[in-house]
């Protein structure tokens, strides 16, 4: 029931829930932006989000397969040169 009292927490009630999960497990229990599937913690907020073309997240390939395999190949020539240098 629908009432005009400035308590009226039935809109509330009725609204869809956030859609993101809690720390514990449990479906999140706020009510989801209007237009959007996630509350404003969880993500439904204006703006919220990383900002488009996001530098952090870019990747820097020291870890690759190429990259380690050319820490190896200069380590094994350092290692070299050195007993090249010992037997001088």
């Keep these: 029931m629908m009432t ?5 927490t039935g809109p509330m009630r009725a609204a869809p829930r ?16 209007s237009g959007k599937q996630r509350c404003r913690m969880h993500g439904g907020a204006k703006g919220s989000g ?12 020291v870890y690759t397969a190429e ?6 190949h200069v380590r094994a020539l350092t290692r070299r040169t050195r007993e090249i240098i010992d037997d001088i």
């Design 4 to 8: 005009t009292h400035p308590r009226n």
């Design 67 to 72: 990259a380690k395999a050319m820490q190896r």
């Design 18 to 33: 956030c859609g993101a999960r809690t720390r514990r497990g449990t479906p999140c229990q706020a009510p989801a932006v």
């Design 50 to 61: 990383a900002p488009t073309g996001n530098q952090n997240a870019l990747k820097h390939g």
